[in-house]
């Protein structure tokens, strides 16, 4: 099993370029998360999706889009690239909590580093 | 709000002595709480969780409620423990995790 594979793994755009960031597992999670590691700021979240279909704000959703089209892909988008968004993005995985009883440790892609000029 | 504080940005230890990683959270219910790790070029990944009580690579934390801690320790640090270790926060009724902002660790030969 690959786990989860993040495609880009570099990637470096101009300011007001757009793209988008592909995330997928093979683990029949249930749970998607994206986040961005900035240094000294550690893991924030952008977005997550709990199921097919079905998206949510994380902690700093500003400037992105996601999708969820199918359980095993997570897309996130970037519509109008800013220096700000300059950082290592990173995708990750979980069974859902239901019938567990605990949150589910969470498995992490390579990251994509991502450059904004 | 729920927060994950670890309050040790960077940590060096010499090769042989003891580790000790901090993490406190803040949350007024049953805390979930785990330990990842992200060596150099490589991804995150889980190093252990409150609720297995094990000890991986030689690493423990005990939740501690009445400090609301789940420090991570080693009795022995070893060259290849040097790395990034995130602490992480859950919840019952929560979908995500809440992390800390990490400490780097490095061991001194």
């Known amino acids: 099993n690959a786990g989860v594979t993040q495609t880009p793994k570099f990637r470096v755009l101009k300011t007001g370029q757009s793209m988008t960031l592909l995330c997928a597992q093979d683990m029949n999670h249930e749970y998607m998360y994206w986040y961005r590691q900035d240094p000294g700021m550690g893991l924030r979240l952008i977005h997550y999706?709990?199921?097919?279909?079905?998206?949510a704000k994380g902690e700093v959703p500003d400037g992105y889009n996601v999708s969820r089209l199918k359980k095993q892909n997570f897309l996130l988008g970037l519509e109008s690239a800013a220096p700000s968004q300059t950082s290592v993005y990173f995708c990750?995985?979980?069974?859902?909590?239901?019938?567990?009883?605990?949150?589910?440790?969470?498995?992490f892609g390579d990251g994509t580093r991502l450059s904004i000029l | 709000a729920q927060r994950v504080t670890q309050p040790e940005k960077l940590l060096s230890v010499f090769k042989g002595a003891p580790v000790e990683l901090k993490c406190n959270y803040s949350y007024s219910g049953s805390p979930e709480l785990f330990w990842y790790v992200q060596y150099s070029r490589q991804r995150l990944q889980l190093l252990l969780r409150h609720i297995s009580r094990e000890s991986i690579k030689g690493f423990t934390a005990d939740l501690n409620k009445g400090e609301t801690s789940f420090h991570l320790k080693k009795p022995f640090a070893q060259e290849e423990d040097s790395a990034m270790y995130y602490c992480?926060?859950?919840?019952?009724?929560?979908?995500?995790?809440?992390f800390g902002t990490g400490t780097r660790l490095t061991i001194i030969p």
């Open positions: 999706s709990v199921g097919e279909g079905t998206t």
């Open positions: 990750a995985s979980s069974y859902s909590r239901q019938g567990r009883g605990y949150s589910q440790p969470q498995h």
């Open positions: 992480a926060l859950g919840y019952f009724g929560n979908e995500k995790l809440t």
